[in-house]
């Protein structure tokens, strides 16, 4: 590979992004923690108008500086600033770029930030990557734990799949499901599309779902979430009697 010191003399008067972009796409293939030299160029002294035209690959190349060496603050900032100005390809291309980046770093409240803002982006690519950020993580904060539940609220099997296994990691059983749903309201977050998710998952028999019934039922739940597991449990009973 050419000389980074070279590279750098070849972009430093370059202001054609196409030809910028290619450089970044060959620095990408085998990248270490020297093309550091050529990111810092173009954070520190790189026009905004160009920057953006060329953010999407300098972003790709981050990620895979990232999986060789520790970024520094620094970085981790640019790609936590960018997400709240970029479009949605950018954005999922920082998602795809912590995914590699955090196996290697620690995370802060900042990038849980913008993790849970992706988690409820409409941009399906977004969500699928910012729910395998989580499944890299070691600890599950209380608030993503919230999230999961409204990202079940799709027809999209691959993003209930992956909701599901990251919820079980902190929500194993149906009386733990319960005391979840029960403390802070978390209840008020139900659809009847989560509430027909959770039942698949976590009830597998007709006196589980009774129980659970049970206690819905004894709570001081609001009387429209009463009725919306209620209706939902009642059907699953009858399909679970059918197959009897």
Not at 115 to 136: G, R
Not at 199 to 215: A, C, P, Q, W
């Amino acid at each position: 590979m050419e000389d980074i010191e070279n590279i750098l003399l070849k972009i430093q008067d370059n202001t054609n992004p196409q030809e910028i972009n290619d450089i970044l796409i060959k620095l990408s293939k085998n990248s270490n923690e020297k093309t550091l030299i050529i990111v810092d160029f173009f954070l520190d002294s790189l026009n905004a108008t160009i920057l953006n035209k060329i953010k999407l690959n300098l972003i790709f190349l981050l990620g895979t500086i990232g999986r060789v060496t520790v970024l520094n603050r620094k970085y981790l900032n640019f790609l936590v600033d960018s997400y709240f100005d970029s479009d949605r390809w950018v954005r999922h291309e920082i998602m795809q770029a912590f995914l590699v980046i955090l196996e290697n770093h620690e995370y802060n409240n900042e990038i849980y930030q913008i993790i849970e803002l992706a988690l409820n982006e409409d941009y399906l690519p977004i969500k699928k990557s910012a729910l395998s950020v989580l499944m890299i993580l070691k600890e599950l904060p209380e608030k993503f734990v919230l999230s999961l539940l409204r990202v079940l609220d799709t027809n999209n099997e691959e993003i209930v799949e992956m909701g599901l296994k990251i919820l079980k990691r902190s929500v194993q059983t149906g009386e733990e499901l319960y005391e979840f749903l029960n403390n802070s309201k978390v209840y008020t977050i139900l659809k009847k599309s989560i509430v027909r998710v959770l039942i698949l998952e976590y009830f597998d028999s007709i006196s589980e779902l009774e129980s659970f019934m049970e206690k819905i039922n004894s709570s001081k739940w609001e009387k429209e979430y009463k009725i919306l597991c209620n209706t939902e449990i009642n059907s699953f009973q009858r399909i679970l009697k059918k197959k009897r």
